[in-house]
């Protein structure tokens, strides 16, 4: 006996028989299903259960669409800028080398000699001076000629103490004499004012005068009772 057989694990012939009688009994099973359809079944059963459960399947929610971006704020337009003064212009004495010469032009010819000649408008006279204001004398009755006897001083006013000063209106015509006689100032007394009027209406006075001519005038006429 040689060495490898003494040392040679032992049923390892019968573990290889094993192995290769399994292969071949897995080659014949298939070759049996190949030729009696299984495998096909099985390929049939199968591949529609794959697409059933493709079919089967939910679809994905479907997404919304982002929000668009906020547009962005106007920008603030810059002010315009002042516009820049234009230079004045300096006027320059020296003319310009190319600058046209001036043409002389005639004088208007002189007016005819014999053409009339337009007096001046004559100057108009100077207004007439104003009149002087007349010359007016108030009437009087102080005359001495004139002989007006003073009012009477009625007995009852003198018993009682009435006394007063009455100032009366009186219009004396051109002949002095007296054509009304009003109360302008009472005495407060009735029967001084009555018997002041009774006596003014018969006296006499210097007429009035405009310009030295005798007119009817007003004048006013102070009549005093006092008791002595």
């Known amino acids: 006996m040689s060495y490898p057989d003494r040392f040679a694990p032992p049923g390892g012939a019968s573990r290889n028989a094993l192995i290769v009688g399994s292969v071949l009994a897995l080659h014949a099973a298939g070759l049996w299903a190949l030729q009696s359809g299984l495998l096909r079944r099985a390929v049939e059963i ?56 001036g043409i002389l032009t005639e004088p208007p010819p002189a007016p005819p000699t014999d053409a009339p000649v337009v007096a001046a408008p004559p100057t108009p006279p100077a207004p007439p001076a104003p009149p002087a204001p007349p010359k007016i004398e108030l009437p009087s009755s102080d005359a001495a000629y004139l002989n007006n006897p003073k009012p009477g001083y009625p007995a009852i006013s003198k018993r009682l103490g009435e006394q007063g000063k009455v100032l009366l209106r009186v219009l004396i015509d051109a002949d002095g004499k007296p054509q009304k006689v009003e109360i302008n100032q009472s005495s407060g007394f009735d029967r001084l004012d009555r018997q002041a009027q009774e006596a003014v209406m018969r006296w006499r006075f210097v007429p009035g005068k405009r310009n030295g001519v005798p007119q009817s005038m007003w004048n006013l006429v102070p009549v005093h009772f006092v008791l002595e």
């Open 46 to 101: 199968v591949v529609p259960a794959e697409l059933l459960s493709e079919f089967i399947t939910p679809p994905a929610p479907k997404t919304a669409p982002p929000p668009p971006p906020p547009r962005p704020a106007p920008k603030a337009r810059a002010p315009r800028p002042a516009p820049t003064p234009m230079p004045a212009a300096i006027p320059d004495p020296t003319p310009a080398p190319a600058a046209p010469v």
